[in-house]
C-alpha cells in the first residue's frame, strides 16, 4: 500500500518554532545588534579623533596671559638656553681666594 502523495512518514512542512541559520543568506540577525565594543556603528578600521577635552577655552583670559613687562626675556635666549654658537676661550680659570672657611670635623 504505497501512497502517491510524495510524503514519507507523519512528517509534514509546517513554520518553524525559531530562526533557522540555513534558510538566511546573511550571517543573521545577531549581527544587527549593537557591540559590546566602542561606540554605535564603531569600525575598527577606521581611526577617530579623541572625544575628550582637557577644557574649555574662555576668550577673556586669552588676552591678559602674560606676567608683564617683569618678566621680560632677554633678546638671545630661547626656551632651551642661550641662543648662537658656543663661545670658547684659551684662557684658564681664574684660582679660588682661599680653600673653603668652614672648619673640618672635630674643629672646635
Known amino acids: 500500500a504505497m501512497s502517491n502523495n510524495g ?11 525559531g530562526p533557522i541559520s540555513a534558510q538566511y543568506r546573511t550571517p543573521g540577525p545577531k549581527y544587527g545588534l549593537p557591540g559590546n565594543v566602542g561606540y554605535n556603528q ?3 578600521t577606521r581611526s577617530r579623533a579623541p572625544a575628550y577635552t582637557f577644557g ?10 602674560s606676567p608683564g ?7 638671545g635666549f630661547t626656551a632651551r638656553g642661550k ?5 670658547h676661550t684659551i684662557c684658564g680659570r ?6 673653603s672657611k668652614t672648619p ?5
Open 83 to 87: 641662543d648662537g654658537i658656543p663661545a
Open 7 to 17: 510524503w514519507v512518514g507523519s512528517w509534514r512542512p509546517h513554520r518553524p518554532r
Open 56 to 65: 574649555l577655552r574662555l576668550r577673556a583670559q586669552q588676552e591678559h596671559c
Open 94 to 99: 681664574p684660582r679660588a681666594d682661599m680653600a
Open 104 to 108: 673640618g670635623p672635630g674643629e672646635w
Open 69 to 75: 613687562p617683569q618678566y621680560l626675556v632677554r633678546p
Open 42 to 44: 564603531h569600525d575598527p
